[in-house]
Every structure is written in C-alpha cells, then in structure tokens.
C-alpha cells in the first residue's frame, strides 16, 4: 500500500482535488471571495505540480544536481509527491473552511503562492540556467498573483487585522519547515547539511 502511494501521489492528489473542487462546484453555492480564491488556488496547485513534476518535470532534478549533489532512487523522488501533496492539502482546505472567520489562514496561503512565484524566479539565477525557466514557473507566477490578489482584497475589505498578516506567513512557514522536514527525512539529510550544500551553491 505504501508503495502505491508513493508511486501515484501525484495521480491521487489530483483526483481527490479535482473531485474536491467538482463536489463544491455542485453542491456549495454562494461562495465567498476567499472560499473562491481557495478553490482557484487548489487547481492552480494541480497544474503546478504536474508543470513542475512531470510535464516537463524535473524542479526536483534540478535540486539534485545543482543543490543536493546527490543521487536520488525512484522512489524517493515519486514519495516526496505525497508529502507534498498532504502540504498542499492542508495549505488550501483549512482557509476554505475557517478563512472568512480567521483571515490568518488565507495570509498563510497567499504567503505560500508569492514564495512559490518569487522561489521560481529565484531558481534561475541560484541554478544559472542558460534558459529563463524552471520546471513549474509559468504556474507559479499564476500562484504569484493570485497571492498578491488575495492579500489585496483581505487589506482593501478591512478583513484582516495586524496579527493575522503578521503570523499568516508565520502559519505558512511552520507547515513549510514541517513538509521540508519531512523530504530531508527521506533522502537522508538534516537542515544545516542542505544550507550548507545551498551555501556552496551560491558562492560557486
């Protein structure tokens, strides 16, 4: 069974979003702009992960050679899909449930879209790719804007007061810290051996 969550995360994550979003699209009327932007938000993580991990694929192989410098199996790359879809999954379904009544959460998630946007762009100068593209840029700068739209309405409607844009990224970067926890768990590696291995990067 856990190998077969490994090798089809990315499959399962996606048919049980898109059966998510179908079922809310059927049945839930009257969605408010932050249930919407939730909803818009999931799908455009379908399509980020799909640009990123597999058409045309490779965010991952770009880490492995340029950050990690290390050979990964198989089944490691396919298993770090559903840590990060279980990421994903809580990223997005908590601020549609309990965002209009905490606007913290959807500040948690607009965060994790401009990081993903900005983290895209960041890869090209980090890895000196000869192409301006990272596997999973063109949607992430979609994640980009709609995080700046987000935390735009949540500022202009008064929906938010100074501690939920204050510790909404802070939300954002706990669940992060925990999903990359987690990934360094799987290949073997501790936080201070991949900001040295970056660290190195850089200074090449």
């Keep these: 069974m856990g190998k077969f969550l490994k090798h089809y995360a990315l499959e399962i994550y996606t048919v049980i979003?898109?059966?998510?979003?179908?079922?809310?699209?059927?049945?839930?009327?009257?969605?408010?702009?932050?249930?919407?932007?939730?909803?818009?938000?999931?799908?455009?993580?379908?399509?980020?992960?799909?640009?990123e991990g597999r058409y045309p694929g490779g965010f991952l192989d770009l880490m492995q050679k340029n950050v990690l410098q290390m050979e990964l199996d198989t089944d490691t790359k396919l298993g770090s899909r559903l840590i990060t879809a279980v990421f994903i999954f809580v990223i997005t379904i908590i601020p549609f449930f309990f965002g209009d009544r905490i606007p913290m959460f959807p500040v948690a998630m607009a965060t994790f879209c401009i990081f993903e946007g900005c983290i895209h762009v960041a890869g090209i100068k980090i890895?000196?790719?000869?192409?301006?593209?990272?596997?999973?840029?063109?949607?992430?700068?979609?994640?980009?804007?709609?995080?700046?739209?987000?935390?735009?309405?949540?500022?202009?409607?008064?929906?938010?007061?100074?501690?939920?844009?204050?510790?909404?990224?802070?939300?954002?970067?706990?669940?992060?810290?925990?999903?990359?926890?987690?990934?360094?768990a799987t290949i073997g590696l501790r936080y201070k051996d991949m900001f040295a291995k970056l660290k190195q990067r850089l200074g090449k």
């Design 127 to 184: 890895f000196k790719l000869e192409k301006p593209y990272t596997p999973g840029l063109v949607t992430a700068e979609f994640e980009l804007v709609s995080g700046i739209f987000l935390i735009v309405y949540l500022a202009v409607n008064h929906l938010g007061a100074w501690y939920d844009y204050t510790f909404g990224p802070f939300v954002f970067l706990a669940c992060f810290a925990i999903m990359q926890r987690s990934l360094m």
């Design 17 to 51: 979003s898109m059966l998510l979003i179908t079922l809310v699209a059927m049945f839930m009327d009257n969605l408010t702009v932050i249930q919407q932007a939730a909803v818009w938000v999931a799908f455009l993580c379908i399509l980020h992960e799909w640009e």
